[in-house]
T-cell receptor, first 110, second 112 residues
Framework: EDQVTQSPEALRLQEGESSSLNCSYT??????LFWYRQDPGKGPEFLFT???AGEEKEKERLKATLTKKESFLHITAPKPEDSATYLC???????????FGKGTSLLVTP | DVKVTQSSRYLVKRTGEKVFLECVQD?????MFWYRQDPGLGLRLIYF???????EKGDIPEGYSVSREKKERFSLILESASTNQTSMYLC???????????FGSGTRLTVV
């Protein structure tokens, strides 16, 4: 069973059409939940770390929130340059490594 | 600006060759990681290292080995490359504690 499940797999939005990406997770003890952005052919780029339920972080048009079972990445009034794959990952208290979801591929059309 | 540098962006190797993928970080990070990324499978951890000369197997270590002789450098070795090792390989590093990874740009390896 996957520890990290992202939905939807793919999302197409019109420019300015706000939406949310979901990341649900199952771990025994969460050290941190991470969001990354990945452009085609490139390595993932760090966006946010969330450590505890109720925490929120924002960066430009992106806002990440965390509950005890899931995280949301809210995209407000997206632009075409926000098109990318967004990856969610969790780190357990007991480990060094990040466990990644399969990602959500976002396409924002003009 | 902090960086993780992977030596090659694209690599084509023949089946059976021994392949070395190099990764260097300039952030004095203790932890370094090798992942592979495949469509539909996401990022899967191959090996990681939390200190010089220390290594731990990840989820898919078969067919791979690693070397960390210096803190800044972490090498991934494909002992005898096979076509099912064709993939995007990503190196990352992190400090101890809660901060996330910094990734390199990736190496697209094709084994023919």
């Amino acid at each position: 069973e996957d520890q990290v499940t992202q939905s939807p797999e793919a999302l197409r939005l019109q420019e300015g059409e706000s939406s949310s990406l979901n990341c649900s997770y199952t771990v025994s003890g969460l050290r941190g939940l991470f969001w990354y952005r990945q452009d085609p052919g490139k390595g993932p780029e760090f966006l946010f770390t969330l450590y505890s339920a109720g925490e929120e972080k924002e960066k430009e048009r992106l806002k990440a929130t965390l509950t005890k079972k899931e995280s949301f990445l809210h995209i407000t009034a997206p632009k075409p340059e926000d098109s990318a794959t967004y990856l969610c990952a969790v780190q357990e208290n007991s480990g060094y490594a990040l466990n990644f979801g399969k990602g959500t591929s976002l396409l924002v059309t003009p | 600006d902090v960086k993780v540098t992977q030596s090659s962006r694209y690599l084509v190797k023949r089946t059976g060759e021994k392949v070395f993928l190099e990764c260097v970080q300039d952030m004095d990070h203790e932890n370094m990681f090798w992942y592979r990324q495949d469509p539909g499978l996401g990022l899967r951890l191959i090996y990681f290292s939390y200190d010089v000369k220390m290594k731990e197997k990840g989820d898919i270590p078969e067919g791979y080995s690693v070397s960390r002789e210096k803190k800044e450098r972490f090498s991934l070795i494909l002992e005898s490359a096979s076509t099912n090792q064709t993939s995007m390989y990503l190196c990352a590093s992190s400090p101890p504690g809660k901060d996330g990874y910094t990734f390199g740009s990736g190496t697209r390896l094709t084994v023919v």
